[in-house]
């Protein structure tokens, strides 16, 4: 049952915001609103997840791991069908927000249920919970046009039908699931603990796994804003640009499954430091060799999806306990996420100024090379809160 229910959240935590880019054509034609201002729907959940994500702790640490994730559930739904609703566009922005802050706390808490309830198996089910999150997203945005398409000429029906749809046909499944496995922990165990939410902050380990989540953020979202675009400047046509999006998020689950693997014995010391070389020889292959994106879409994706999965395993690894797994969550996630809201900005007006895609790559080689910097140190047998 707690394999269910883990399933079940993952699958939610990311269609609601994966489904709105391939619907925003028709959001601004039945809303008004230009396009470069829905663009800032993205950004406004990064945004949020950065803001809301240091807090998520102290929601944890009063209704328990079990109450605060059931409750992020709840606000999930509330947000989607917020979002939906029809007449001012208002409803839009207030839905967003509210979707962002419930995502930040199921983001933030989920690896430290996973500490919690597979001490002995965190790998493996961090693999899993990761692979869940990107093939989610990757089907949400697939179905999204289908389903708008439901609804005849009705645009503004359409979309907003897309989004409560792909956001929440699962989630009163995953809202009885989770409530089934865990309310005896809800009824008779302790809150989750009194880890110091500031002094994490403080500490260098937790600073360490934080930058290792900011610059695999910085690749993974400036690879999912921008690869399609990179792809159709090479010559190739939109519907084939499209497949290469496809088959580098195919193999983003590829990477997060292979976690379990890699992470084992001493890979568990040098797969954060030597992960980021499949980014790298993909990035400098698309310098070297556009013509070839088909193919340089492999190692990015397995580079981005083990990245995640990694990410997500350092904050469970270098805690004692899920009370501190939990407040490394969410600092990092929180440096994470302000790092990646960054990057897809920077990589698009550096493109704009230059006209370019070589100087703009350099970024995330940047980003890779520190990524691999800061993984030889996070990987290291120490724990936060620890002198």
């Not at 925003?24 to 034609?29: G, K, Q």
């Not at 929601?59 to 007449?87: H, I, K, N, T, W």
């Not at 922005?93 to 249920?113: E, F, H, K, Q, R």
């Not at 997203?137 to 009705?154: K, M, Q, T």
Request: charged share 10%; glycine share 12%.
């Amino acid at each position: 049952m707690a394999i269910v229910a883990l399933c079940l959240v993952a699958v939610m935590m990311r269609p609601a915001i994966s489904a709105v880019g391939p619907l925003i054509d028709r959001m601004s034609a039945d809303t008004g609103i230009p396009l470069a201002l829905l663009g800032a729907l993205s950004t406004i959940v990064l945004i949020t997840w950065a803001v809301v994500s240091p807090f998520a702790h102290g929601f944890g640490r009063r209704l328990g791991l079990g109450g605060a994730v059931l409750a992020a559930l709840g606000l999930l739904g509330v947000g989607l069908v917020v979002r939906s609703l029809p007449g001012s566009s208002v409803w839009l922005w207030i839905g967003t927000g509210l979707i962002g802050v419930a995502l930040a706390i199921g983001n933030v808490l989920m690896p430290a249920v996973i500490k919690r309830d597979f001490p002995l198996r965190v790998p493996l089910m961090m693999g899993v919970y990761s692979a869940i999150l990107g093939g989610a997203g990757a089907v949400a945005s697939g179905l999204a046009v289908p389903f708008a398409d439901l609804s005849g000429g009705d645009i503004g029906a359409g979309w907003r039908m897309s989004l409560l749809l792909t956001g929440g046909a699962v989630l009163p499944f995953a809202l009885i699931t989770w409530w089934l496995a865990s309310r005896r922990g809800m009824r008779t165990a302790a809150p989750v603990g009194r880890a110091p939410r500031i002094g994490i902050w403080r500490d260098p380990v937790a600073w360490l796994v934080a930058a290792y989540m900011g610059v695999q953020s910085t690749s993974f979202y400036v690879l999912v804003t921008w690869l399609a675009s990179v792809s159709i400047a090479t010559g190739r046509s939109a519907a084939i640009a499209g497949v290469d999006v496809m088959v580098y998020q195919l193999f983003s689950l590829v990477g997060s499954l292979a976690v379990a693997l890699v992470m084992r014995g001493r890979g568990e010391r040098i797969t954060p430091a030597l992960l980021p070389a499949l980014g790298v020889a993909g990035v400098v292959g698309l310098m070297i060799w556009p013509g070839a994106v088909g193919f340089w879409v492999v190692p990015l994706g397995l580079f981005s999806g083990a990245s995640l999965g990694v990410s997500l395993t350092l904050m469970a690894q270098r805690a004692r306990d899920h009370s501190t797994s939990s407040a490394l969550s969410g600092m990092s996630q929180s440096v994470g996420y302000a790092i990646a809201a960054i990057g897809p900005v920077l990589f698009g007006a550096i493109h704009a100024a230059t006209g370019s895609w070589t100087l703009p790559l350099i970024i995330l080689l940047v980003a890779m090379t520190l990524q691999a910097a800061f993984g030889i140190y996070a990987a290291r047998d120490r724990y936060v809160l620890e002198r």
